[in-house]
C-alpha cells in the first residue's frame, strides 16, 4: 500500500504544481505523524522534506515517517524553505491557501525570489484524509466510546440543580479521565430557551426541572476527535417538548437511513430537512446536517444543501438536525457515522430516544 505522501505526490501535476508546500500542522500530522506545534513538508521532484525548528528535532526523530528526508534544524521554517527550493531552476511551488496568511506568502515570494512562482492549492490533502483507514476509524470508534462512557457518568449524577458549566466541566473530567486528551471542542450544555442557540456556552446557571438539555461534546483520542449531540429531560418534560424531540429524532433517523456511499451531500441533507420542513419548522432548522469528522471536528466533506460532494466508503460523518425555537427551547440530536462500501455503521452509543434524567 502506498503512503500517504505517495499519494499526495501522486496528485502534484493534478494540481497543476511541481512542489507542494504543507503548512497546516493537522495536515503535517496526517502525513508525517509529527505533533508538535512548528513544522513544514516540502512534496515533489525528488523531494520528500522536513523541517522544524530546534525544539523538535528529537520529536522529529521519533515521529516522522522514514520516507521524509529530515531537514537540520532551521532558525525560522522560511529559511527552511528558502534553502530546500535552492538550485532548482524555474518552479511552480503551490501552497495550501486556506493556511498561509498574507504575511506569510508575501515573506515566502520575497524569499523564494522571482523563479518561483506560488500557486494557490484549494484542498490538497484534505481529500486523501477524507477516506479513514482501518486505524483511524479503530482510534475515532474509541474516541467516541470513550466520550459516551463519559456521558453516562455524568448524567448518572443527575442534572436538577447543577449550572450548566458544572456539567460542562464535570464532562470533560471525565473524559480527560478516561484517557482523552482534551474534549475536542468546547462542551456545549444549553438547559431551557437556551437550548435555542445552536453554539450556546454553558452558563452558571442552575439547570431547572421541566427543561430539555442540549449536551454537544466529543473527546480527542490519539489526535481523533468524536463528535456527538444529544438532548434530554430533566424529570418530565411538556408534550411540547416531547413533540420537538420526536421531530428531530424522525429527522435524524431519516438522515442515518439516507446516508450511504453514493449519494450527494445535498441529497442527505435533503431527505432530513424534508422531515422537519413538513412539519411547519423548516425556520427553525438553519444549519447544515452535518460535516466530517478525523483529525479535526469539523472537516470535509460538508453535509448541506449546497455540497454536491459524493460520499464514499470511509467518511465518517455527523448527522445532527435541530428545531431551534427562540426564547423557548431547542433539541438537537448528532450521530457519528462510517460510509462503509455496502453500508453505514453508528459509531455513537449512546440512547438518542428522550432520556429522563432527574
Ligand atoms: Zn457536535
Ligand atoms: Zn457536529
Redesign the pocket.
Known amino acids: 500500500m502506498s503512503s500517504r505522501a505517495d499519494r499526495l505526490t501522486a496528485r502534484l501535476e493534478e494540481l497543476g504544481v511541481d512542489r507542494l508546500i504543507v503548512s497546516d500542522l493537522v495536515n503535517i500530522r496526517y502525513l508525517t505523524g509529527f505533533t508538535g506545534s512548528s513544522a513544514v513538508v516540502v512534496l515533489g521532484g525528488e523531494q520528500r522534506l522536513f523541517i522544524t525548528d530546534s525544539r523538535y528535532v528529537t520529536q522529529a526523530r521519533e515521529q516522522v515517517e522514514a520516507s521524509f528526508e529530515r531537514c537540520p534544524p532551521v532558525p525560522d521554517l522560511l529559511s527552511g524553505l528558502a534553502e530546500a527550493m535552492d538550485g532548482a531552476g524555474a518552479l511552480r511551488v503551490g501552497f495550501e491557501e486556506a493556511h498561509l496568511t498574507v504575511r506569510g506568502h508575501r515573506r515566502l515570494a520575497e524569499r523564494l525570489g522571482e523563479r518561483v512562482t506560488l500557486v494557490a492549492v484549494e484542498a490538497a490533502v484534505e481529500p486523501l484524509r477524507r477516506v479513514k483507514d482501518g486505524e483511524e476509524i479503530s482510534r475515532i470508534r474509541a474516541a467516541a466510546a470513550l466520550a459516551d462512557d463519559a456521558l453516562a457518568g455524568v448524567l448518572a449524577e443527575g442534572l436538577a440543580g447543577r449550572t450548566e458549566r458544572d456539567v460542562a466541566l464535570a464532562l470533560e473530567v471525565a473524559m480527560r479521565q478516561r484517557g482523552a486528551q482534551r474534549p475536542s ?1 468546547d462542551t ?1 450544555v444549553a438547559s431551557g430557551p437556551h437550548g435555542a442557540l445552536p453554539h450556546a456556552s454553558p452558563r452558571d446557571v442552575p439547570i431547572e426541572k421541566g427543561q430539555l438539555v442540549t449536551i ?3 473527546a480527542e483520542l490519539d489526535g481523533y476527535c468524536s ?3 444529544r438532548t434530554v429531560g430533566v424529570g418530565a418534560v411538556d408534550d411540547h417538548a416531547r413533540e420537538i424531540h420526536a421531530l428531530v429524532l424522525a429527522a435524524e433517523r431519516a438522515g442515518l437511513a439516507a446516508l450511504a456511499a453514493g449519494r450527494t451531500c445535498a441529497e442527505v441533507d435533503a431527505t432530513a430537512r424534508e422531515v422537519i420542513l413538513a412539519a411547519g419548522h423548516g425556520e427553525h432548522f438553519g444549519h447544515g446536517l452535518g460535516h466530517g469528522v478525523g483529525l479535526d ?1 469539523h472537516e470535509a466533506p460538508r453535509l448541506s444543501g449546497r455540497s454536491e460532494e459524493i460520499l464514499g466508503a470511509g467518511d465518517v460523518v ?1 448527522v ?1 438536525p435541530g428545531v431551534y425555537l427562540p426564547d423557548r427551547l431547542g433539541v ?1 440530536i ?1 450521530d457519528l457515522v462510517l460510509v462503509g462500501e455496502t453500508g453505514t455503521e453508528v459509531l455513537s452509543s449512546h440512547p438518542a430516544d428522550l432520556q429522563s434524567v432527574e
Open positions: 471542542f456545549i454537544d461534546w466529543g463528535d456527538c449531540t471536528v455527523t445532527e438537537r448528532e
